[in-house]
């Protein structure tokens, strides 16, 4: 993200409190973006390799050493905890109303940090528009759904709307002015450049309290630049990178992940719906919570895929100027 700027970093985080790192060291994982040990802890060792021409041993030392580090400062869980802590430590996960109630029942009460939830469907099935309602819930505070959060939203197709932003904030009563202040936005032009804007992520969510970032659309350039079948294990490794760098970042920051994701004919799916996700199990597997949407007149249906926790049932959401809403009949019903 292109905010040319002197970095500060607090003392405790810097990278050099970590033993084995020097000057020399520092000054190069600064010119790869890792700052912080934060930055460190998400970078994972096959980056940092990448960058300090270290062997990996010892790239996964330093990397344990940063998450340890980051475990005595209270910012990050221990290896292991008993599951009485881990149930406490899950009492920090907190919600995002999507706006739908119907969609927020879906998900057991909205969007959860510290995970990764998956929208896939196809084209003009409402992904998009989620994530642009969803950018004016998280800033409300918790009371109203919202987590009082900035967000980042990373745009791969050039279909981010600011106007859009405006007319669901002012629709839902909304400041549009401040609400638009709170959501940095990245166009990715490439999966490179993709990659590059996720290495900055840490450090724009702590600048701008940020917790949501959103992804829209995860893998549409993945599938436009690795075509063939001769270049389908390199596109799934990157994009496995890419998948995992973000999911770190939800977990040391405590933050929800939105990303989109297209559809492609299953031909060989004889039964049900005809259309898988694009990415593979790759995606598949990194995310904690997949939906798939779909068309349905003027309404849209949801359904949660693959989740242990969840029922497998359909709600409909809708449209409108509010962004994503519920149908007629059920919002009057509510009020
Ligand atoms: N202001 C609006 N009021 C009602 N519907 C809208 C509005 N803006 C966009 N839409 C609808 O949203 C749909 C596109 O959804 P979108 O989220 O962009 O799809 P995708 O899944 O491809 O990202 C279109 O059917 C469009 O009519
Ligand atoms: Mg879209």
Redesign the pocket.
């Known amino acids: 993200m292109a905010e040319e700027e002197e970095i500060e970093v607090d003392e405790d985080l810097d990278v050099t409190t970590i033993a084995g790192i020097g000057a020399v060291t520092k000054q190069k994982l600064n010119e790869a973006g890792i700052y912080t040990i934060l930055d460190l802890a998400t970078a994972g060792p096959a980056e940092i390799a990448d960058v300090t021409d270290w062997d990996v041993t010892k790239s996964v030392e330093v990397n344990n050493k940063a998450r340890k580090r980051l475990v005595e400062l209270g910012r990050l869980g221990a290896d292991f905890v008993s599951a009485t802590d881990l149930l406490i430590r899950r009492k920090n996960i907190t919600r995002i109303s999507t706006g739908s109630k119907n969609l927020d029942d879906l998900l057991g009460g909205g969007i959860e940090t510290w995970a990764l939830t998956e929208?896939y469907?196809?084209?003009?099935?409402?992904?998009?528009?989620?994530?642009?309602t969803l950018c004016c819930m998280v800033q409300q505070p918790i009371s109203e759904g919202g987590l009082d959060g900035g967000v980042v939203y990373i745009d791969t197709?050039g279909?981010f709307r600011p106007e859009?932003i405006s007319?669901?904030a002012t629709a839902r009563g909304y400041d549009a002015a401040s609400v638009l202040s709170r959501i940095m936005v990245a166009r990715a032009y490439n999966s490179a450049h993709q990659e590059l804007i996720v290495k900055d992520l840490g450090r724009m969510i702590e600048k701008h309290k940020v917790k949501l970032v959103i992804v829209?659309?995860a893998v549409a350039h993945y599938r436009a630049e690795f075509l063939g079948r001769g270049t389908l294990a390199e596109r799934q490794q990157r994009l496995n990178r890419f998948m995992h760098a973000i999911l770190r970042t939800a977990e040391v920051y405590n933050v929800a992940i939105v990303l989109?994701n297209?559809v492609q004919a299953a031909p060989d799916s004889f039964f049900g719906d005809p259309t898988r996700a694009t990415g593979g199990h790759v995606v598949a597997h990194t995310s904690t919570y997949r939906l798939y949407?779909r068309?349905a007149g003027k309404n849209r249906i949801a359904r949660m895929i693959d989740s242990p926790y969840h029922a497998e049932r359909d709600i409909v959401f809708m449209?409108?100027?509010r962004?994503i809403d519920d149908p007629a009949e059920e919002s009057s019903k509510r009020k």
């Open positions: 929208f469907g196809e084209f003009g099935s409402g992904k998009t528009q989620i994530c642009h197709e279909t859009r007319e669901i829209d659309s989109t297209q949407l068309k449209l409108d100027e962004g």
